[in-house]
């Protein structure tokens, strides 16, 4: 049975129009049989025909399958580059991005920088036309205790003589006093010789009485003087005192600013340092 399922099913499938049944394989027709056999031989050579115009198709095929799998191959390894490619431009973008922020970074600090430079060049012309205002007013100053000297001077000298005048005044006052009561006591007691000294006596006690006075008048003028030239005089250590002290404290100002100014550019340079390492 196993043979004849065969046979049937070769010869149903090369098309032949006469079913092939048991009887032709138990008790075969030879004219059955050999109609059955020339439909073979017809299908196999048609199919050796086929085969022989189909062959080179078949091997183009097979050259165009060969092709595809070196594109398919090529192909993947492009896709492998244009892999590797893209995560090395999303590496390198991240640089970019990195080394752009960084760049941002050094151009707003050299800004700050230029500014804190300027703040620091305004400040010291500030510090400058300070200076030039304290130097202006301690001149003057020193102008003013000049003239004030002068005054004083005058003032002393204009003191002196007026105290001068006033003691002769006085002196010649007294001496035309003393002189006429001198002159009454003796026209009165010409000849009373004890009365005659008493009065030259009187009169040289008044003379002394009336120099001492002109020189306590002059003592307390003097000492009036010199307590005045004292006061300006500390008046003006106290004000170069202050000055010294304001020059002083505008100097270590300056100094801490240029401290600060080199503690910035210090760390610029680290930045920049940083940022061509990196």
């Known amino acids: 049975m196993t043979l004849y399922s065969r046979i049937k099913e070769a010869v149903t499938s090369i098309g032949c129009p006469m079913n092939f049944t048991l009887k032709d394989l138990i008790r075969p027709d030879a004219a ?27 091997e183009d095929l097979t050259d165009l399958d060969e092709q595809r799998k070196e594109w398919e191959a090529k192909m993947s390894k492009l896709d492998a580059e244009i892999a590797e490619y893209n995560e090395a431009r999303e590496r390198e973008l991240a640089l970019v991005e990195e080394v752009d922020a960084k760049v941002k970074d050094l ?8 500014k804190h430079q300027w703040a620091l060049e305004e400040k010291k012309l500030g510090q400058e036309e300070a200076k030039n205002s304290e130097r ?6 020193q102008n003013k205790n000049e003239t004030l000297d002068v005054y004083t001077e005058t003032l002393e000298k204009m003191l002196e003589h007026f105290a001068q005048m ?15 009561e001198y002159y009454a006591l003796k026209s009165k007691v010409s000849d009373d010789g004890v009365l005659d000294k008493s009065l030259e006596a009187k009169l040289v006690q008044w003379q002394a009485k009336g120099r001492r006075r002109y020189l306590e008048a002059r003592q307390r003028k ?9 006061a300006i005089t500390l008046k003006t250590m ?35 340092a940083e940022a061509k390492v990196a």
């Open 32 to 58: 059955r049989t050999e109609y059955f056999v020339s439909a073979i031989l017809n299908f196999c050579l048609h199919k050796d025909k086929k085969m022989n115009l189909l062959r080179p198709i078949y």
């Open 107 to 114: 151009r707003q600090n050299i800004q700050d920088l230029n």
């Open 136 to 141: 202006s007013a301690m001149q003057s100053f």
């Open 166 to 180: 006033q003691a002769v005044c006085e002196q010649v006052n007294s001496a035309k006093s003393i002189e006429r």
């Open 222 to 230: 003097v000492e009036a003087v010199v307590v005045e030239v004292d």
């Open 238 to 272: 106290s004000t170069k005192e202050a000055g010294a002290a304001k020059l002083q404290a505008l100097d270590n100002k300056v100094e801490e600013i240029v401290k600060q100014f080199h503690k910035l550019s210090w760390g610029l340079v680290l930045s920049v």
